[in-house]
Nanobody, 115 residues
């Protein structure tokens, strides 16, 4: 069982920045594939960015160049740095961990970008 707790969401003006954090339980965090997803009202949950255990990253086209995913294996923490935020980035952001064929989810953190 992996527990994930997100933090760092909030209200920000367009053009601003936020950094989300996801604290994970477990002794083998470094082996987890990690990702950030988001879900806006009335829309399906979508992948924002992912990072493999080896540090490889991938991004949704809509955030490439603005968002950066990273991980600190010593602190069991996943990050998402979000710059140049747009109103369309408004959503609940979820952290996900995949290990041994199972995917675990955090409770989500709200990000609201005002125009």
């Amino acid at each position: 069982q992996v527990q994930l707790v997100e933090s760092g969401g909030g209200l920000v003006q367009a053009g601003g920045s936020l950094r989300l954090s996801c604290a994970a339980s477990g002794r083998t965090f470094s082996s987890y594939a990690m990702a950030w997803y988001r879900q806006a009202p009335g829309k399906q949950r979508e992948l924002v960015a992912g990072i493999t255990s080896g540090g490889g990253t991938n991004y949704a086209g809509s955030v490439k160049g603005r968002f950066t995913i990273s991980r600190d294996n010593a602190e069991n923490t996943l990050y998402l740095r979000m710059n140049s935020l747009k109103p369309e980035d408004t959503a609940v952001y979820y952290c996900a961990a995949t290990t041994l064929g199972m995917t675990y989810w955090g409770q989500g953190t709200q990000v609201t970008v005002s125009s």
